[in-house]
T-cell receptor, first 117, second 112 residues
Framework: GAVVSQHPSRVICKSGTSVKIECRSL??????MFWYRQFPKKSLMLMAT?????????EQGVEKDKFLINHASLTLSTLTVTSAHPEDSSFYIC?????????????FGPGTRLTVT | AQSVSQHNHHVILSEAASLELGCNYS??????LFWYVQYPGQHLQLLLK??????LVKGIKGFEAEFIKSKFSFNLRKPSVQWSDTAEYFC??????????FGTGTRLKVLA
């Protein structure tokens, strides 16, 4: 089956610094990748959708200058949280779809736990 | 706007009990429906999906779900749960695109 990895799995950073999270599709070409944020005891909130080689489409209320998304290749997308603050602490999950995935089906990465101190 | 409702936020069952988790969606067009499971500390895994055809869908680990179009529902069922089914379950819907709308999730705890 399609496998999506994320790195790092956990990261702790200081307030004001930036942190980058990588999402990779390991065995298929991900034409579209999605970034979600999962709050404790709540559902996944879609932050943005990115297509390879083009700018990401952000959901309403998500600051695109704060959450920089790059999808430079068919196997890699990155999310950079810039000038992180404690309220950015959360669980960030990526997913991917593309060749090898079922119609309109997403495959999810294991998530990255970000803690901003 | 599309939305997905999971009315059971927390469910506690004893082993061997039957399970039914509700999922209702609001969208009038053609939909694709999914159930995902998230075990503690692990990533989302697909349990089952419905695109078309037989509205009774069989998934992994003995789970099944029934699509009832007239009720806009896609309830998840399992005849006999096990302790290892303790997890959070998410219903998701999309409508001809890759963009999912997720329900708020149901936390299931199975007592041994």
């Amino acid at each position: 089956g399609a496998v999506v990895s994320q790195h790092p799995s956990r990261v702790i950073c200081k307030s004001g610094t930036s942190v980058k999270i990588e999402c990779r599709s390991l065995d298929f070409q991900a034409t579209t990748m999605f970034w979600y944020r999962q709050f404790p005891k709540k559902s996944l909130m879609l932050m943005a959708t990115s297509n390879e080689g083009s700018k990401a489409t952000y959901e309403q209320g998500v600051e695109k200058d704060k959450f920089l998304i790059n999808h430079a290749s068919l196997t890699l997308s990155t999310l950079t949280v810039t000038s992180a603050h404690p309220e950015d602490s959360s669980f960030y999950i990526c997913s991917a779809s593309g060749t090898g995935s079922g119609p309109y089906e997403q495959y999810f990465g294991p998530g990255t736990r970000l803690t901003v101190t | 706007a599309q939305s997905v409702s999971q009315h059971n936020h927390h469910v506690i069952l004893s082993e061997a009990a039957s399970l039914e988790l509700g999922c209702n969606y609001s969208y009038g067009g053609t939909v694709n429906l999914f159930w995902y499971v998230q075990y503690p500390g692990q990533h989302l895994q697909l349990l089952l999906k419905y695109f078309s055809g037989d509205p009774l869908v069989k998934g992994i680990k003995g789970f099944e779900a029934e699509f009832i179009k007239s009720k806009f529902s896609f309830n998840l069922r399992k005849p006999s749960v096990q302790w290892s089914d303790t997890a959070e379950y998410f219903c998701a819907v999309n409508s001809g695109t890759y963009k999912y709308i997720f329900g708020t999730g149901t936390r299931l705890k199975v007592l041994a």
